[in-house]
Structures are given as structure tokens and as C-alpha cells.
């Protein structure tokens, strides 16, 4: 295992200060019982993070993350606060205890698991034993994309992304046919027809 | 390169700012104004990013982000106005209006 030497860049500095923003928007969220204060900070929360993703190489995951956590996650939560009340209940403090010990144990056994991970850019990891260095070298030969994780994902594994998409089109398809179209403005009013007296016999 | 991180680090600062009045701020409105003026500041800092390593190509991301940005305000603004995120701007709001209700909060 190699020494691990750290370099003080300004990329490495905003890295850190994206890094306390998000523990400090995590515990405002925590401490909030302001429901809307909530959602709010998630979104911000989800900006954060794929600002971080973005500065880690990992565009397409920082997309999902603006996509879905920023964008769309925030209008459902909108939603299913108007369905309840706008702040949280207190809880129970003899609960807290062991709701630590809980995400404690969690926390330390993931930190445990990742001292068995390769170390960063190690050239043995079995990440780049496979065929990730081929995909390095060929990439500008084969595709010319200068985003090696796009080349990968929309040429190399082109049909699998392409099937993903089927499936996420259709799985959207079917929840369109289930809640009915226009079911944004309520639906249309159905009304239960009161049974006959023949068909109720 | 200089220039890149003076102006990253003032709208890291400007983001601490906006992210105080999200978690401080009394009302509806100013967290939705922190929540947007933080995206913005996230478009740019993702700007500035690409050019502090050299790869200018950043900028189409940024641009994505501005786009998920501004229809994700639209979105709760409207949400706000209109009690559900997707009814036609033409339509009578209901008869409270929002600003009695959610004003006070």
C-alpha cells in the first residue's frame, strides 16, 4: 500500500468546504421540525452532493442527483406534506438512545469496510484489472468523447442503457395508465353506480 | 488560475450565506429565495470548477443545472399558488388566497 501524500489544491479546498456544507445542511435537516424548512434543505442538500459528484469525475451520477433529488424530489415531498401536517411531531426521547447506538454500529462497521478497500488509484485494484484500462487507452481511438464514463455508457454498453431506458419508459407508461390521464387536475369524478335490485340479489 | 479561485472562494462564502438563511430564515419565501439563489451558486461554482482543472467542458453541465434549477423554483412557486404542481396557469386560484395562508408560517 502506497503513502497516501495530500495535495493542497484549491480543488481539494472546495472539496472540503462542500463537505462541511452538506454535515451542516444534515444536521440543520435534523434538527428542523419545519417540514417546508425540510424539503428546502434536501434540496440544497441534493445540490451539494452533485456539486461534489461533478468534482469527483462522476458526471452522470452528479446528473441524477440534480435531476431527481433536486428537481423532482422536492415537488413529491411538496406533495406529500399537503397531505399531512406542515410540522414534525416530537419524539419519543426514550427512543433517541437507541436509534444511536443503531446508525453508531452501522456507521463504524462501513468505515471498518472500507480499510478493505483498494487504495485511491491504485493501479492493481480490481477495478482496473478488467477491461476499465482498455476502455482509458481506446476511448479517444474508438469514440472520440473526452467523458470516458459516457463513451462507456452510451457506446460500449450502448444496448444495456438502451434497455434501461425501455424500462424506465414503460414502467413510466404504466403509471400513467394507472393513475389515469389528467390525474394532475384530480382525475376525472367516477362515481359508483348503486347496484340494481337484480344484481344485487 | 488565481483569478478562478478568488472567485470560487467568493461564492463559496456566498453560498455559506445563502445556506444560513435557508436554515434561519423566519419565512416560506425566504427559504425558497436561499433554495434558488443556492442552485444558481452551485451553476456557477460547477462553472468555475471546470476552468480551475482546465476542462472548460463543464460548462454544459452548468447549463443543465440552470435549466433544472429554474423549472424546480417554478415548480413549488406554482405548487404554492395553485395547491398542486401541474394546473393550468389559466385557472382561478382557490378563493383563500396563498399569501393569507402561508405568509404567517
Redesign the interface.
Known sequence: MTEFTAHIS??VL?DL?LLT?LI??AF?MLR?R?L??VV??S??YS??S??FF??LDA?DV??TE??VG??IS??LM??GM?LTA?REKPAAKDRAPVALAVVLATGAALIYATTDMPAFGDPNAPANDAVGQRYVEETPNDIAV??IVTAVLASYRGFDTLGETMVIFTAGIAVILLLGAGS???GRKVVDRAPSDEEAQ | ?TM??VA?TAI?IA??LA?IR??A?PS?YD??L??NS??TK?VL??GL?GF??G?P??LD?AL??AL??F??TL??LR?FSY??????LAEPSPKTTPSQKEGA?
Open positions: 484549491p480543488i472546495l468546504s456544507m451542516i445542511v440543520a428542523s419545519h417546508f424548512a428546502m434543505l434540496g440544497i445540490l451539494l452533485a456539486a461533478v468534482s458526471v452528479a446528473f440534480a435531476a433536486a428537481g422536492t415537488v411538496l406533495g399537503l406542515r473526452p467523458n394532475g387536475r384530480g | 488560475m478562478f479561485a470560487a463559496v453560498m455559506v445556506l435557508a436554515i430564515g416560506l427559504r425558497v436561499a433554495g443556492f442552485g452551485t461554482l460547477i470548477m480551475l482543472t476542462r467542458d463543464f453541465i443543465l443545472y433544472i434549477n423549472t424546480g415548480a413549488i405548487f395547491r398542486t404542481p401541474s394546473r393550468a408560517v
